[in-house]
């Protein structure tokens, strides 16, 4: 099991340096604890990033550049640092996923979503630049995401032209969570609305035969008008 090594404290206690003794590269860690920086518990909240520095002397640099910067930003009542989407949702994922609460198939489905919807739409934008207009427009994105244009051309064999509505709620459940974490570790200034503003219509009649659906039912119509074949079942084009 990983164990701090290499301990070193500045600025009283504020700032500790350490390596972790299973690292093979020797990167130096650092763990901040900033005056006023609170949870959404009201404790204190610990800031622990690498410095991606493998000495000493550049890591107490880096170390103390960003506990000052944090502290200026602080005062200023900023956002601690500007957070990507795709950023906040690893940190995100993998705290989950460190809780032991979450099966296989949880991760795997937060896993799919991201990658085939929510990283595609929000990946590199700043979650502080969000806007209102442009969180509420995934809807319109995703539920016809595999039905035209780049989505069409690169449809998932498993994926749906028209999505289901579990399928969103679920996701605007998954997002509700994301943003809201996002919101209480300050990484964006505002919680969100990400409700589905789409009225989806639901069809209850078949829909239409695609081509290659009518030309097996035109091959079909003469030897059925004849009764040389038994009559296809109009839901599947099979046997019945």
Same mark, same amino acid.
């Given at each position: 099991?990983?164990?701090?090594?290499?301990?070193?404290?500045?600025?009283?206690?504020? @700032?500790?340096? !350490?390596?972790?003794?299973?690292?093979?590269?020797?990167?130096?860690? #650092?763990?901040?604890?900033?005056?006023?920086?609170?949870?959404?518990?009201?404790?204190?909240?610990? @800031?622990?990033?690498?410095?991606? $520095?493998?000495? !000493?002397?550049? $890591?107490?640099?880096?170390?103390?550049?960003? !506990?000052?910067?944090? %502290?200026?930003?602080?005062?200023?009542?900023?956002?601690?640092?500007?957070?990507?989407?795709?950023?906040?949702?690893?940190?995100?994922?993998?705290?989950?996923?460190?809780?032991?609460?979450?099966?296989?198939?949880?991760?795997?489905?937060? /896993?799919?979503?991201?990658?085939?919807?929510?990283?595609?739409?929000?990946?590199?934008?700043?979650?502080?630049?969000?806007?209102?207009?442009?969180?509420?427009?995934?809807?319109?994105?995703? @539920?016809?995401?595999?039905? /035209?244009?780049?989505?069409? $051309?690169?449809?998932?064999?498993?994926?749906?032209? @028209?999505?289901?509505?579990?399928?969103?709620? #679920?996701? #605007?459940?998954?997002?509700?969570?994301?943003?809201?974490?996002?919101?209480?570790?300050?990484?964006?200034? !505002?919680?969100?609305?990400?409700?589905?503003?789409?009225?989806?219509?639901?069809?209850?009649?078949?829909?239409?035969?695609?081509?290659?659906?009518?030309?097996?039912?035109?091959?079909?119509?003469?030897?059925?008008?004849?009764?040389?074949? %038994?009559?296809?079942?109009?839901?599947?084009?099979?046997?019945?």
């Amino acid at each position: 099991m990983a164990y701090y090594k290499n301990k070193h404290e500045l600025r009283n206690g504020r @700032i500790m340096l !350490y390596q972790i003794s299973d690292s093979i590269n020797g990167i130096w860690q #650092m763990r901040l604890n900033v005056l006023g920086l609170k949870n959404k518990d009201g404790k204190s909240k610990y @800031i622990v990033e690498s410095t991606k $520095a493998k000495t !000493y002397t550049n $890591a107490v640099r880096i170390a103390e550049d960003e !506990y000052d910067r944090i %502290v200026l930003r602080l005062k200023n009542n900023e956002l601690i640092r500007d957070w990507t989407f795709t950023e906040h949702w690893q940190n995100w994922y993998h705290r989950q996923c460190a809780t032991g609460s979450w099966k296989k198939e949880h991760e795997d489905w937060h /896993t799919g979503r991201n990658k085939l919807y929510f990283e595609p739409y929000f990946g590199s934008e700043v979650l502080n630049d969000l806007t209102f207009q442009y969180i509420s427009g995934y809807w319109a994105w995703r @539920i016809t995401r595999w039905q /035209t244009g780049v989505g069409a $051309a690169i449809k998932a064999s498993n994926a749906s032209s @028209i999505p289901a509505e579990k399928s969103l709620k #679920m996701e #605007m459940s998954a997002l509700k969570k994301i943003f809201r974490d996002a919101h209480n570790n300050r990484r964006i200034n !505002y919680l969100p609305d990400v409700k589905i503003n789409i009225s989806l219509a639901k069809e209850k009649r078949r829909a239409s035969f695609d081509d290659k659906e009518w030309n097996k039912l035109s091959r079909n119509l003469d030897s059925y008008a004849n009764k040389e074949v %038994v009559p296809l079942c109009w839901t599947g084009l099979r046997r019945c």
